[in-house]
């Protein structure tokens, strides 16, 4: 059964540094990764997904991810935060074999941005 | 344009009574889905049709009764409603027939709270 586990539920970063959500997946077949954002009261917004091919993966809003086979990881980055990040971060993963059919999202990562 | 619609967006109701949640994706996408996300964030699948058929069945009370009138809606009817029940339900789309294998788009979600 696939899984997906996010390292810290909440995240505090400062205006203008580096944003790092991390992303641990369990999958017995190659996976599609993915990290969803949510803003408050909203729907979920897909920011970068990845497939196959490049294992570094760029993103909506300047966010980008990384494929890490070996390290099953696929952690969420951005070189400076802004104000406007601030929301709950999901990563997901779906199994190849089934396509996009059924998400399986980790527990959230809630990021707040200070001035 | 608002590309997966879901009404209503509030929905307050006592216990043991009936109600339905409706979707509507205007994308011409040939899957649709249910997840639910409880009190703690976590998002987990419920249900998923392709061309008005259902494919995946989570392990879901059988109070819970989806329906898929044609491929651009799903709805949601929940019968004889529990507390546990309250929780955000978002619908979403996605294409998957023809090799297209989109990722899922989410709706803004209903917020159901079990008085």
């Known amino acids: 059964a696939q899984s997906v586990t996010q390292l810290g539920s909440h995240v505090s970063v400062s205006e203008g540094a580096l944003v790092l959500l991390r992303c641990n997946y369990s999958?017995?077949?190659?996976?599609?990764l993915f990290w969803y954002v949510q803003y408050p009261n909203q729907g979920l917004q897909l920011l970068l997904k990845?497939?196959?091919?490049?294992?570094l993966v760029k993103g909506i809003n300047g966010f980008e991810a990384e494929f890490k086979k070996s390290e099953t990881s696929f952690h969420l980055t951005k070189p400076s935060a802004h104000m406007s990040d601030a929301a709950e971060y999901f990563c997901a993963v779906s199994e190849m074999n089934t396509g996009f059919q059924k998400l399986v999202f980790g527990t959230g990562t809630r990021l707040l941005v200070s001035p | 344009d608002t590309a997966v619609s879901q009404t209503p967006k509030y929905l307050v109701t006592q216990m043991g009574n009936d109600k339905s949640i409706k979707c509507e994706q205007n994308?011409?996408?040939?899957?649709m889905y249910w997840y639910k996300q409880d009190s703690k964030k976590f998002l987990k699948i419920m249900f998923s049709?392709?061309?008005?058929?259902?494919?995946i069945n989570e392990t879901v009370p059988n109070r819970f009764s989806p329906k898929s009138p044609d491929k651009a809606h799903l709805n949601l009817h929940i019968n004889s409603l529990e507390l546990g029940d309250s929780a955000v339900y978002f619908c979403a789309s996605s294409e998957i027939s023809g090799g297209k294998n989109t990722e899922a788009f989410f709706g803004q979600g209903t917020r159901l709270t079990v008085v």
């Open positions: 990845y497939t196959t091919g490049a294992t």
């Open positions: 994308l011409g996408h040939d899957t």
């Open positions: 049709y392709n061309n008005k058929e259902l494919i």
């Open positions: 999958s017995s077949v190659p996976p599609y």
